[in-house]
């Protein structure tokens, strides 16, 4: 038996994850305007139960505690067509931003400028601000005294800091201006939780663990399913394996079935984000996945199974993901 999962890159343990999309969005028994102005819009013409929504404003907005010291901060920010300055996450005098104004990543020490990185960032125009925003994400994780920049959506790591006198405080959003923030994600800034890890009961009512990632310095907590590492380094340097962006295949053992007889299995994933896509079924001498991509190589295909293997049909999987030039080719091969 085969099953196909897509798997993911691990994640800092999650603390809070806030897209603004509740129905009362920023209760003050969470959230606290340090300065300037935040309000929430929502798309009342969503019909989902939490309508797409966006942070506006400008200032610092934090969760209403300040005793945040290593953590792990990540936002999605959107710059108007009116904006200017920096924007980006603070941890008490911390301040990790985009600046338009100087096409940079920056870091902040208070009023110092400790470490940058040269980058893009546009402005959205009025008109798409509320249905297509040009979002970046920024993100630091500070560990003691040193601090990790981050952008992009695959989380790139751009530079590290020092940092001196850091002692925490408040966390949040921060802008000099006006911006759109359709995320905000905290995390702890050593722990992670993997998305990898999936069962499979088999009819014989054994169990067996796959997906899970052999790693070097760090601690498991098994209650939990989450590692800490045990040193201020990159979660990639604790395996040696990489982790796909595609799907993966798992092979289990030979299993004993008989013809005729009903049998059932269990996907159980172990982790969060982990994605269960199809499960195959081959006999010993072990099966093939086709896959096909355009009408040329269908065509192709089909020949194959009449003239070569004198097969007298094909099956086609799945209607509505073909080529559509298929239904021109395949009048004449039938």
């Known amino acids: 038996m085969t099953t196909e999962v897509l798997r993911r890159k691990p994640d800092s343990a999650l603390i809070w994850y806030e897209d603004f999309r509740d129905e009362n969005p920023l209760p003050s028994s969470y959230w606290t305007t340090l300065s300037g102005e935040w309000e929430v819009w929502q798309n009342k013409n969503d019909p989902a139960t939490r309508p797409y929504s966006q942070l506006d404003g400008h200032g610092r907005l934090a969760w209403k505690y ?45 009023s110092a400028l400790i470490g940058s990185y040269a980058t893009e960032i546009s402005k959205t125009p009025s008109s798409d601000l509320r249905s297509n925003p040009r979002m970046y994400t920024i993100e630091m994780r500070i560990r003691n005294n040193s601090v990790r920049v981050y952008s992009g959506a695959s989380s790139v790591l751009r ?60 601690t498991w907590d098994s209650e939990f399913q989450v590692f800490t590492v045990n040193s201020d380094v990159e979660e990639a340097s604790t395996r040696s394996q990489d982790i796909s962006m595609d799907y993966d295949f798992f092979h289990s053992e030979l299993l004993s079935l008989v013809c005729g007889n009903d049998y059932s299995v269990k996907i159980v994933p172990k982790d969060i984000n982990v994605w269960i896509s199809r499960l195959f079924l081959g006999d010993a001498d072990g099966f093939s996945i086709l896959y096909y991509q355009d009408v040329d190589s269908l065509v192709y295909w089909a020949n194959e199974a009449a003239y070569r293997w004198k097969l007298r049909g094909i099956a086609i999987w799945s209607l509505g993901q073909e080529d559509m030039r298929l239904w021109e080719a395949l009048p004449k091969q039938i």
């Open 66 to 110: 300040n005793g945040f010291s290593d953590v792990h901060l990540r936002a999605r920010l959107a710059f108007p067509s009116d904006g200017s300055g920096r924007a980006g996450v603070f941890c008490g005098e911390i301040f990790c931003c985009l600046n338009i104004n100087s096409q940079r990543i920056e870091l902040y020490n208070g």
């Open 159 to 218: 530079f590290t800091a020092n940092l001196d006198g850091y002692s925490g405080g408040y966390a949040g959003v921060q802008s000099d201006g006006r911006i759109l923030c359709e995320l905000i994600r905290l995390g702890d800034a050593w722990t992670y939780e993997p998305y990898e890890r999936f069962d499979v009961i088999f009819p014989d009512g054994t169990r067996t663990e796959y997906g899970r990632l052999e790693r070097t310095g760090v």
